[in-house]
T-cell receptor, first 116, second 116 residues
Framework: AQKVTQAQTEISVVEKEDVTLDCVYE???????LFWYKQPPSGELVFLIR??????QNEISGRYSWNFQKSTSSFNFTITASQVVDSAVYFC?????????????FGKGTMLLVSP | GAVVSQHPSWVICKSGTSVKIECRSL??????MFWYRQFPKQSLMLMAT?????????EQGVEKDKFLINHASLTLSTLTVTSAHPEDSSFYIC????????????FGPGTRLTVT
């Protein structure tokens, strides 16, 4: 069965610090997608990234970067030079080909608090 | 593109009444829509999956007679919480996907339901 673990429940940092959010997944499928979403206090989910299981290249988008390592079943998310606006709950999610990618399994989320 | 709206954004109802939540795909045809529930400080839990023109498939533990889902058109799905009780108070989020979205689910902004 698919499972996503975000072991960090809450992280507090001071502005301009770098922070890494961990995500470990379990799946029997060889083809899957991994996602990161941001949920600010307003509640709306904001899509950040989708990564195919065959693409292990790390991705950088501005202050955001993602490290995908199949060997450790991890898909970690790093924010460099954090800002107060980064404060939100971040969810990692997994979708398997076996389900037709119809089932998104979410981790429990990591609440990031960035203080000035 | 790929915008999903929900209405209402928040609703307060009395215990025992029913409330309907709408989910619309504004600029694409949503052959599949998903309904999630999120309790405070918890992750998103899939309630049901609906394909246009078919009966919804409910996740284990979700009462189909209590949470009525209708997906009668390619742009609209509705979730009706019947005989609502305070424990049904939650944040309900829909998502949609369709041809051309490459298995991507696009999320609505959510509806906060409070049952008094």
């Amino acid at each position: 069965a698919q499972k996503v673990t975000q072991a960090q429940t809450e992280i507090s940092v001071v502005e301009k610090e770098d922070v890494t959010l961990d995500c470990v997944y379990e799946t029997r499928d060889t083809t899957y997608y991994l996602f990161w979403y941001k949920q600010p206090p307003s509640g709306e989910l904001v899509f950040l990234i989708r990564r195919n299981s065959f693409d292990e290249q790390n991705e950088i988008s501005g202050r955001y970067s993602w490290n995908f390592q199949k060997s450790t079943s991890s898909f970690n998310f790093t924010i460099t030079a954090s800002q107060v606006v980064d404060s939100a709950v971040y969810f990692c999610a997994l979708s398997e080909a076996n389900s037709g990618y119809s089932t998104l399994t979410f981790g429990k989320g990591t609440m990031l608090l960035v203080s000035p | 593109g790929a915008v999903v709206s929900q209405h209402p954004s928040w609703v307060i109802c009395k215990s025992g009444t029913s409330v309907k939540i709408e989910c619309r795909s504004l600029d694409f045809q949503a052959t599949t829509m998903f309904w999630y529930r999120q309790f405070p400080k918890q992750s998103l839990m899939l309630m049901a999956t609906s394909n246009e023109g078919s009966k919804a498939t409910y996740e284990q533990g979700v009462e189909k007679d209590k949470f009525l889902i209708n997906h009668a058109s390619l742009t609209l799905s509705t979730l009706t919480v019947t005989s609502a009780h305070p424990e049904d108070s939650s944040f309900y989020i829909c998502s949609a996907r369709g041809p051309g979205t490459a298995y991507e689910q696009y999320f609505g902004p959510g509806t906060r339901l409070t049952v008094t």
